[in-house]
């Protein structure tokens, strides 16, 4: 998750950005609203420009794709049931589509959902 740094009241950041004149109002608790009660020595236009340009990229198809796979071959997988139902098979598809064709993404959607069926039984099976 990536968001601006906040001063909470009560936190010795919020006393030093107090006595630094730098405090422009609360927080909101929603620390990924692109919103800081910290006035940036950048300038807070500069801070939500690259701020923006950040969460577009980290969130464009290829490299979000690229960091699920990542987790996915870290993470051990336990199997509970049956590998592959017909319910799992028209999620699969499902996703595709909508994520897919709707985003204008399908490469990186269809290699992110079909690609263990490329690399063979052996990465579907639990480790």
Not at 23 to 48: E, F, H, Q
């Amino acid at each position: 998750m990536v968001g601006l740094l906040n001063a909470p009241p009560g936190t010795r950041l919020y006393d030093r950005m107090r006595k630094e004149g730098r405090l422009i109002g609360l927080i909101t608790g929603d620390n990924v609203d692109g919103s800081t009660n910290i006035l940036s020595k950048m300038g807070n236009a500069a801070l939500r420009d690259g701020y923006r340009n950040i969460m577009q990229y980290i969130y464009s198809p290829k490299p979000y794709y690229k960091r699920a796979m990542t987790f996915l071959r870290s993470t051990r997988h336990r199997r509970s049931e049956p590998a592959w139902t017909f319910h799992h098979l028209v999620g699969l598809f499902r996703s595709i589509v909508r994520l897919g064709f709707s985003a204008g993404s399908g490469f990186n959607t269809g290699r992110f959902c079909c690609g263990p069926f490329s690399a063979g039984p052996a990465c579907c099976r639990s480790r």
